[in-house]
């Protein structure tokens, strides 16, 4: 039986503290790019008619859609050499093209030309984007095309920027079957790297991945049981050595950015990520959208609702946190939920004073999905 299971805590929130909601702003059926710096916000989607689209949502701005093409789309936010906030993205049709994509002015140009990005990452006038097993970069006005420094064992998969430090996380040779992942940090243009960190892969642990440029060092992301889907950060700080372990403060991240004081993340809304699955079952048993959240980087924050499931009911919880720990988790009474199984809804209850629904005793062929009608919709899966 999978819960999404989570233990109460009996520890209060300050009555001082003024609860902070993580603001939704939009469902994602796969995850993809994402992007933030300041109010600036850029993600990857599906259009409805399947086609890869980046939206980008400035504050109060009207909301901007441009087409991205075929392919799944890196996107990252960052700053142009003017200081600008600037989004750049991959564009594939009949070919794939790098293009920066400039808020202020409603302009987009193409930074290269031909080529099929990994990830991307932009800062201070330069971009910057994984090619095959290098790293390479280009001035968003123009120029020479340059190889970035990594490790020299490393095969990059994800990176970040400030326009100063280039954080690179990737697959590196290891003990066990499937290698290892890293930490690569280097000072743009200076063609050395240093390993900063390394994770070999093991039964409990998947990866090391999502790097984050802070004003502190260069945080990342550690995948839990389920690869892809990490529970807990890693800090590594600048000039310092070894790194400082926290966790998600109860998320499920898929994905991420924090730039500008704000922070965005792929909130998977079960422990499965984009779905809905048997616990340590590499079957999806139904596919559940993934949350785009912009979060409050300081202060008690208010997360979305969760449901935790036992042998013989499921309870819609809301939690809440102080900075990164969690505080509290509050049962919410009178919530219309389905429980679904394979052929469509099996019955529709409402939650009770202690926000709990009784499940069915008998066993039902590939489980029950558990969907709670909460702000945003919440999920769980009944094995």
């Known amino acids: 039986m999978l819960a999404t299971a989570i233990a109460v ?50 504050g109060a701005r009207p909301v901007v859609r441009l087409v991205a093409g075929t392919r799944s789309s890196p996107v990252d936010v960052g700053r142009d050499i003017q200081g600008r906030r600037v989004v750049l993205y991959g564009r594939c049709d009949s070919r794939c093209d790098l293009v920066a994509f400039t808020p202020s002015t409603g302009h987009s140009r193409v930074v290269a030309r031909s080529v099929r990005a990994a990830d991307v990452t932009v800062g201070r006038g330069r971009a910057f984007w994984i090619d095959a097993k290098a790293v390479r970069s280009r001035a968003l006005d123009g120029g020479p095309i340059r190889r970035e420094a ?68 260069v945080t990342v992301l550690f995948d839990g049981l389920v690869p892809g889907v990490p529970l807990s ?20 991240i898929v994905g991420w950015d924090a730039a500008g004081g704000s922070t965005v993340f792929v909130e998977g809304p079960t422990s499965d990520g984009c779905g809905a699955a048997a616990a340590f079952s590499d079957e999806r048993i139904a596919a559940v959208p993934c949350r785009i959240v912009l979060a409050a980087r300081a202060g008690e924050r208010l997360l979305p609702p969760r449901i935790a499931v036992t042998q013989t009911s499921a309870t819609v919880l809301q939690t809440t946190l102080r900075g990164g720990t969690v505080t509290g988790r509050v049962p919410l009474a009178g919530v219309p939920v389905q429980l679904r199984d394979a052929d469509g809804v099996l019955a529709r209850l409402v939650t009770d004073a202690q926000g709990r629904v009784t499940l069915p005793t008998d066993e039902v062929d590939g489980g029950l999905t558990v969907v709670a009608a909460t702000t945003p919709p919440s999920y769980a899966y009944d094995g």
């Open 9 to 58: 805590l009996t520890l209060a929130p300050s009555a001082s503290a003024t609860p902070l909601a993580d603001r939704v702003l939009d469902e994602v059926p796969t995850p993809m790019g994402v992007g933030v710096d300041g109010p600036l916000v850029a993600y990857a989607r599906r259009s409805a008619t399947g086609r890869g689209q980046v939206v980008v949502r400035d």
């Open 150 to 217: 990594v490790v020299g064992d490393m095969d990059p998969t994800e990176l970040d920027t400030d326009g100063t430090t280039l954080a690179v996380t990737g697959d590196l040779p290891g003990d066990f079957d499937g290698g290892a992942t890293g930490l690569s940090v280097t000072r743009v243009g200076s063609g050395r790297a240093l390993l900063r960190g390394r994770r070999t892969y093991s039964e409990e642990y998947a990866g090391m991945r999502g790097p984050v440029v802070t004003p502190t060092g």
């Open 233 to 252: 950060f890693a800090d590594f700080a600048t000039g310092a050595k070894g790194r400082q372990a926290r966790t998600t403060g109860g998320m499920q």
